[in-house]
């Protein structure tokens, strides 16, 4: 069974949850994995995987990090998606097209427009997991 994550723009306001080192900087050792940009290229998702098999993300908002490395992953009673983690595939990026209508804005019809990822990873029961 695989499990889907969907990583959307709220991430920009999550907090890292990754141990820092004196310098306040980020303890983690990675590969890139995938990255992805939004289509004005202003923001881009990074994926990173580490040696041990823990998968990251970072954002970053005109060239400057504005999410240090995050974990990223769901543990549940049976199954754990955080550690131990093997990257499997990565589908190429696509464009997605939304539009939707407020009602107490400044502006009531939106069209949003992002690029999209599919991200394959499996763990050590060879159990997958997507994240978009």
Known sequence: MKIKIIVIA???????????NENGRANFSSNQVAQVASP???????VLLSASGDIQYLV????????EPSALGVAMKG?????????VTA?????????????NAKKS???????????????KDNKKMDII
């Open 10 to 20: 709220c991430v920009l306001f999550c907090q890292s949850l990754l141990a820092r």
């Open 40 to 46: 004005d290229k202003s923001v881009v998702l990074q």
């Open 60 to 67: 970053k908002k005109d060239g400057i990090t504005v999410i």
């Open 79 to 87: 199954q754990n998606f955080t550690k131990d983690m093997k990257w």
């Open 109 to 123: 019809h939106i069209v949003y427009k992002a690029n999209q990822q599919v991200l394959t990873f499996s763990n």
């Open 91 to 103: 589908a190429h990026p696509t464009l997605v097209t939304d539009r939707y209508q407020m009602q």
